[in-house]
Nanobody
């Protein structure tokens, strides 16, 4: 069993930065595929970034967001720069060993955090 807890969300003005953290407990996640998704009100949950053998990003955040991990601390991060109002959403950390499914599918992930709110004002 793996538990994920996000933190670091908050309110920021457009053009600002935030760093989200996802702490894992229960087991080490050094061999897990780790990802960030986000969900805005009235919209479906969408892929943001993933760290597996390599890193991949949604086109909407490419060049602005960076995903990384610290295996010793069992923590994954999402550095968000040049934030835009359209980045406003609840951000979720996810973990999976289901490598047979594409990294951008929510169904690929077995464990999810509770989410952390990110609000970007214009």
């Amino acid at each position: 069993q793996v538990q994920l807890v996000e933190s670091g969300g908050g309110l920021v003005q457009a053009g600002g930065s935030l760093r989200l953290s996802c702490a894992a407990s229960g087991r080490t996640f050094s061999t897990y595929r780790m990802a960030w998704f986000r969900q805005a009100p009235g919209k479906e949950r969408e892929f943001v970034a993933v760290l597996s053998a390599g890193t991949y990003y949604a086109d909407s955040v490419k060049g602005r967001f960076t995903i990384s991990r610290n295996n010793v601390q069992n923590t994954v991060y999402l550095q968000m720069n040049s934030l835009k109002p359209e980045d406003t959403a609840v951000y979720y950390c996810a973990a999976s060993t289901r490598y047979s499914l594409p990294y951008y599918h929510t169904a690929a992930y077995d464990y999810w955090g509770q989410g952390t709110q990110v609000t970007v004002s214009s």
